[in-house]
């Protein structure tokens, strides 16, 4: 679609709704076009954000302009209780692992993380041009992100969380529960093999491996036992589909 002068909202309609890196690359090639602009903004489709909160991300970023990624603390919204689902990230390399910190740090500062997650992400004109954009082989969905967070500090470029910037987020609004949806339990499970394919070697990469392809039968017989066949089966599929599958 074509950029009309002084519009504040572009719209682009899609061939197709293909999932979170297709879709979000079709912004961001869009306007990489623009010059003037230096950083992106991906927000959830399931997520708001605090009035404050795109201030307090600015001041992050005047106070770290090398700052490749950023984010605030995400809540689970809509019935706010106070229950944080993301404050910060750390990567658990020897399980192929990005786990959310779900404490806020003891002050306000800005810090660093491993892993930022694509619900509410600001990301630098600098990075994009460095690291390039999302990998769509984790359409329709999950790992990209984490994939995304390690690619920029791999490049040397600070990955932030900025407590004071609330976003309050509908978790499994869009795709459904991750307990109660084999389409979303199958996604997680392929595309954490996918992750580790892709950015682990060596011995990193077999510990891994190993560890996701001894454990998932596990859970697979698990979640039979509890009466959630379906839910079994979609994680040893997505587990063999992780291994096999082409993910470049």
Not at 27 to 42: C, E, I, N, Q, S
Not at 123 to 138: D, H, K, P, T, W
Not at 198 to 203: D, F, K, L, P, V
Request: aromatic content about 10%; proline content about 7%; overall charge positive.
């Amino acid at each position: 679609t074509a950029r009309e002068k002084d519009s504040w909202l572009t719209i682009i309609v899609a061939p197709s709704n293909r999932g979170f890196a297709s879709g979000n690359n079709i912004g961001l090639r869009f306007l990489l076009t623009d010059p003037a602009v230096t950083h992106y903004f991906l927000l959830n489709n399931a997520a708001r954000v605090h009035p404050q909160a795109v201030a307090e991300l600015r001041g992050a970023l005047e106070s770290h302009p090398g700052a490749g990624v950023v984010t605030g603390t995400i809540f689970v919204d809509p019935s706010f209780t106070g229950e944080i689902w993301y404050a910060g990230g750390r990567e658990i390399p020897l399980r192929g692992l990005m786990r959310h910190v779900t404490s806020l740090p003891p002050d306000p500062r800005p810090r660093p993380t491993q892993f930022v997650s694509g619900c509410a992400m600001v990301i630098s004109r600098v990075a994009m041009e460095q690291v390039g954009l999302f990998a769509e082989c984790y359409d329709p969905g999950y790992w990209e992100d984490a994939e995304y967070s390690r690619r920029v500090r791999t490049a040397g470029l600070p990955v932030l969380y900025v407590p004071t910037a609330k976003v309050f987020h509908s978790v499994g609004a869009t795709a459904g529960p991750a307990r109660a949806s084999a389409t979303v339990t199958y996604v997680q499970a392929r595309n954490r093999l996918f992750f580790i394919r892709r950015n682990y070697s060596g011995i990193t990469r077999v510990a891994a491996v190993l560890y996701n392809v001894l454990t998932k039968p596990g859970r697979a017989v698990l979640e039979t036992a509890k009466g959630r066949p379906r839910i079994g089966w979609a994680v040893l599929r997505g587990t063999i589909d992780g291994m096999y599958q082409r993910c470049d």
